[in-house]
């Protein structure tokens, strides 16, 4: 779950997401603002309205039809009377005040009390359209041009509703749809830089591999761009690098072989001897650097191979050679391989095995999509600050990997060399029951 949320996709979800649906949000906050705004303004407009066309016309009603006209009022959700008596006024109420702004000339507006009776629900379809407003009503004194007093029992308007009513089903679908466009926005964003990581990844196995399409936004062809040419230049680096040391140890080849043929001159054997191993050793040393040269270049073809046949094979011509090497284990499974580089890899693990720990044991399995090959030997390992140390070139443990033995130096860093360009790791450890372990990890094809 952690690794779910560093995702660079899933950030930029989240982020789109969320944004999208706070402005959403605030949006439908400030235009439902405004609705309830306009909403109340209509309604008091229409009750200010109706109230007030009803007291002009009353003003043309003769005297004697006031009192039926009055009744009548009744249809429109008020209650009217006409008062002799000055009732109390109370604080004038928003709809008394709206009422006195738009009835302007001799007609007076005020607030009143109440009355038991003035708050029946009213008649009809009126009450059961509006039954949240039984009980609701307030007490009008209003002062004709002529003199006289009406007293209304009127509804006020309705409030705007607090809340907007929102389909859950509606709801559900903006989400879905919100989801499925911030995913595709996320998506559409982080391909181009999953595909440059992958490329990099690519890059550390083969140098060699093909250079990223140049396409689609100005920002991912100039990143392309940019890592074609970080690759050319790596390329070159290498390829300068192994030029050179092929070069120097081709070159060395020539006067080895001169000094070889006439140490066969010198006649004191002692000198002779030490002389002959001298110039073994530089021959060894000049052959390991060649092999160096071809792990760091890889031009070797890649193929699908049975990776158990191979490591038979290499065990087969280790024990041929009259070392002391058994195998335990299988893969059953193929390998993405270029042959020949990859039986150096184990050649030189096993090679290692028996010359420095007298024996080298081999146990082969399959682990999680891995093919892991373990050689352990019977030696006295390694010092833990050195295990990193021993896959440099040229560098050797001095207490068993001296001259004497015969080691350059060279040959973990070959097979770690070829392990990688495999999509492979080389680990070494060493083991709790004695000896050395080194751990070769390769992809299964």
């Known amino acids: 779950m952690k690794a779910f949320f560093q995702s660079m996709s899933t950030r930029v979800f989240l982020v789109l997401f969320a944004g999208v649906l706070l402005t959403v949000a605030l949006t439908l906050g400030l235009s439902f603002g405004e609705r309830q705004r306009m909403v109340s303004q209509f309604r008091d407009f229409h009750a200010v309205e109706r109230v007030t066309q009803f007291v002009q016309t009353l003003e043309t009603v003769p005297s004697h039809l006031r009192a039926p006209f009055l009744d009548a009022a009744a249809g429109l959700g008020m209650q009217a009377q006409l008062v002799d008596r000055a009732e109390p006024a109370i604080e004038q109420s928003r709809l008394a005040r709206l009422l006195g702004e738009r009835m302007a000339g001799d007609y007076q507006v005020a607030s009143t009390a109440t009355r ?33 007093r009406v007293r209304l029992a009127v509804l006020p308007p309705r409030p705007a509703p607090l809340a907007p009513r929102i389909d859950p089903v509606y709801a559900l679908l903006f989400l879905a749809g919100l989801g499925v466009l911030a995913a595709f926005v996320a998506r559409m964003t982080m391909r181009p830089l999953q595909h440059l990581a992958r490329a990099a990844t690519e890059l550390g196995h083969n140098i060699e591999r093909e250079p990223l399409p140049e396409k689609g936004a100005l920002e991912i062809r100039q990143a392309a761009a940019a890592f074609n040419a970080m690759q050319a230049q790596v390329r070159k680096h ?57 792990s760091m270049e890889s031009t070797e073809a890649v193929q699908k191979m049975d990776l158990d046949s191979l490591i038979d094979s290499v065990c087969d011509d280790a024990s041929d050679a009259g070392q002391e090497v058994s195998k335990d284990g299988a893969t059953a499974a193929s390998v993405m391989a270029r042959p020949l580089a990859l039986r150096r890899c184990l050649g030189n693990l096993i090679d290692n095995a028996a010359k420095y720990g007298r024996r080298a044991s081999v146990r082969v399995a399959r682990e999680g999509g891995k093919a892991v090959i373990r050689i352990r030997d019977e030696g006295p390992g390694i010092p833990e600050q050195e295990i990193e140390q021993v896959f440099e070139p040229f560098y050797r443990v001095e207490s068993s990997r001296s001259r004497h033995t015969g080691g350059t130096g060279l040959g973990l ?29 390769l992809p299964i094809a």
Do not use: Y
């Open 116 to 148: 038991p009776g003035d708050c029946e629900p009213p008649p009809g379809r009126l009450a059961r359209r509006h039954p949240d407003r039984a009980g609701r009503c307030e007490a009008l004194l209003i002062t004709l041009e002529d003199g006289g």
């Open 238 to 294: 290498i390829r300068q690098r192994a030029h050179i040391l092929a070069a120097i140890t081709h070159d060395l080849q020539t006067p080895l072989t001169r000094m070889r043929l006439r140490l066969e001159k010198i006649e004191d054997a002692q000198l002779k001897e030490k002389l002959a191993g001298d110039v073994a050793a530089m021959q060894g040393m000049v052959r390991e650097g060649l092999e160096l040269v071809r």
């Open 413 to 441: 860093t070959i097979a770690r060399n070829i392990a990688v360009q495999h999509g492979g790791a080389i680990q070494l450890r060493n083991h709790p029951e004695g000896g050395l372990e080194a751990t070769l990890i």
